[in-house]
């Protein structure tokens, strides 16, 4: 599942490539994929003659921001990808929503299993695309009108590449909380855009057990997790996200960082730090990944 450096790969590859793109027309292949407006037939009403000013993204959620102010939000979920195809380009049985440019070219939402779902809303709430802050929702519940687009991440938690999320604002969110490590992570309230990739590879860096509860951090603890959370995500970035089964950039190609991941999907390897085999255990439903040695079990957890 797309997590936040592979959906900021989508949006910087779409920024380049389609940003000042004027949609003509779009053809909707599967019905449910649309979310908002309703029926469908209204959504390629209402997106038909749309240019497309910028691209960016909020927690796991492409935005495409149009030039008369709407927003178009773009939410891949499980398999979906957004990619720019030429013209000639052989039709794919898996687009789900093809948006035909003014120029020939089509920006085709690609989607196997048919999760992720595409919204056209009024503007308003979001600054700036992809530096959120967790206090600017409550502003903008504030006599918003419904549907804004800023309403629809008003449960999100801080984007933690965002400026305002520092060591210190971090540590103010995890004071007092007894959930453990890996759930906290996971938690979309709590931070956005992460998820099980790399919530592991960021608490294998940090040598933080997934168990271990985020109240019993110390202060050099905490920051060495901010640290790395920062780290994989950049990473990750740079490396054109992590592709496992669906996910590909907008240019339809697979990203490099899966080969480049220390722990996830590592069960029984050797540690690249310490050469004991990495171990794999299920926490809240979720597969996680950690090594025993270097992430030391919480006192009194019991055997993980
Ligand atoms: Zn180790």
């Not at 800023?150 to 801080?158: A, D, M, R, T, Y």
Request: charged share 30%; proline share 6%; glycine share 10%.
């Amino acid at each position: 599942m797309p997590e936040l450096p592979e959906v900021e790969t989508v949006a910087r590859d779409l920024q380049r490539w389609v940003a000042g793109a004027t949609i003509m027309d779009a053809t909707i292949h599967w019905d449910r994929t649309i979310r908002h407006p309703q029926p469908p037939e209204r959504f390629v009403a209402e997106i038909a003659g749309a240019t497309i000013e910028r691209v960016g993204r909020r927690a796991k959620t492409v935005l495409l921001s149009l030039a008369d102010g709407r927003v178009m939000t773009v939410a891949l979920r499980m398999t979906g990808a957004l990619i720019v195809a030429d013209a000639d380009a052989p039709a794919d049985p898996y687009a789900r929503v093809v948006f035909a440019l003014e120029d020939g070219r089509e920006l085709r939402y690609r989607d196997v299993r048919k999760f992720g779902r595409i919204g056209l809303w009024p503007g308003g709430g979001l600054r700036s695309v992809g530096a959120g802050r967790g206090t600017r929702s409550k502003r903008v519940a504030e006599g918003a009108r419904r549907y804004r687009i800023g309403e629809l991440f008003s449960g999100h938690g801080p984007e933690p590449l965002g400026r305002g999320f520092t060591a210190a604002r971090f540590a103010e969110r995890l004071r007092g909380r007894s959930a453990k490590l890996k759930s906290l992570l996971l938690d979309q309230s709590f931070i956005a855009g992460v998820g099980n990739i790399y919530a592991d590879e960021a608490l294998w860096r940090a040598r933080l057990h997934p168990l271990r509860t985020a109240d019993s951090l110390d202060e050099h603890e905490v920051r060495r997790l901010h640290r790395t959370v920062r780290r994989v995500l950049r990473e990750g970035i740079a490396n054109r996200g992590a592709s496992f089964s669906d996910y590909v950039g907008a240019n339809g190609q697979p990203g490099a960082n899966a080969a480049r991941l220390s722990v996830y999907r590592r069960a029984e390897q050797p540690c690249y730090r310490c050469g004991r085999p990495i171990r794999r255990i299920v926490v809240g439903q979720r597969s996680t990944h950690f090594c025993p040695h270097c992430q030391r079990e919480p006192v009194g957890s019991g055997p993980a």
